[in-house]
């Protein structure tokens, strides 16, 4: 299945598709690979959807810059996710990023949202699909939703986890990445088995820490040993100082520096549905 049928595929889908973007640790590119993959599959006219799901807010950040920097006007957020979440409605949350990208953006408050799990829940089956409910109006809108959600909750990752149709994970060449990113794996078996999911790991993603240093090459190999090395993205993602720029000035088109950025992330989206295409194929041959 080449690209194109894949994009329609997908876009002829009841409901939209689904990744969770992660890893147990911290500082391992999964924020960066959310919104420019995000901003890659808009480009492509695919209707996308981030959801922001880590407290810290840095994929909401750069995308509000995103938009703010294409529209020339300062957007305030009326409503949180944690507001959205008590009040049992997140239809009003998407914010407009730009043609084909919404956004529902993170807030501080949504810190309390592993408090708020325990104190409204009754058991572990609530504790683990409180958001799923949540989530499935917005699914009938989009044609591709990816989370974002934080290295450190279990209780956020586990609700992503249960309604995903796959799960990229982020690995950014340091041990502590590559130790993450097992820990990741083993979550998702358990949670897999224990709830009978049909959730799918798409992939690992690397992201080279430093190019000329030799150890990135060391856990890239060790990465496809583990993992096996058709389930490790070909297209690697190098350090490009633009990518820390996007952060402070939001997602731009306007050099060649930028172009590089977007081109590369053009070859690890172009990738993505592709692997998405073998899954596809796989299910329609069953």
Do not use: C, W
């Amino acid at each position: 299945m080449d690209i194109p049928d894949v994009v329609k595929a997908i876009q002829s889908r009841d409901e939209a598709l689904t990744i969770v973007i992660g890893n147990q640790k911290g500082g391992v590119g999964k924020t960066t690979n959310t919104y420019l993959i995000a901003y890659t599959l808009a480009k492509m006219g695919i209707h996308t959807l981030v959801a922001d799901l880590d407290p810290q807010a840095n994929a909401t950040k750069t995308l509000m810059l995103t938009k703010s920097q294409q529209e020339d006007t300062v957007y305030s957020i009326k409503k949180t996710l944690m507001v959205g979440i008590q009040e049992k409605d997140l239809t009003d949350l998407p914010v407009k990023i730009m043609d084909n990208l919404d956004l529902i953006p993170s807030y501080i408050d949504f810190q309390d949202f592993t408090k708020y799990l325990y104190q409204n829940t009754n058991n572990e089956y609530e504790e683990t699909h409180l958001l799923e409910p949540l989530f499935n109006p917005l699914k009938k809108k989009y044609d591709v939703i990816l989370l974002d959600v934080p290295p450190f909750s279990i209780e956020i990752t586990r609700n992503a986890v249960i309604f995903s149709d796959f799960a990229l994970i982020s690995l950014q060449t340091h041990d502590d990445s590559l130790s993450g990113a097992e820990e990741y794996v083993n979550t998702l078996s358990k949670l897999q088995q224990e709830y009978q999911l049909d959730i799918e790991i798409i992939g690992i993603l690397p992201m080279l820490h430093d190019a000329r240093n030799g150890v990135d090459q060391t856990i890239i190999q060790s990465a496809k040993d583990e993992f096996g090395e058709e389930n490790v993205f070909t297209n690697i993602v190098t350090q490009m100082a633009r990518i820390k720029r996007f952060p402070i000035n939001g997602i731009t088109d306007k050099d060649r520096f930028d172009k590089r950025v977007l081109d590369k992330y053009q070859q690890v989206t172009d990738e993505l549905l592709s692997r998405i295409g073998l899954f596809i194929d796989d299910k329609e041959a069953k």
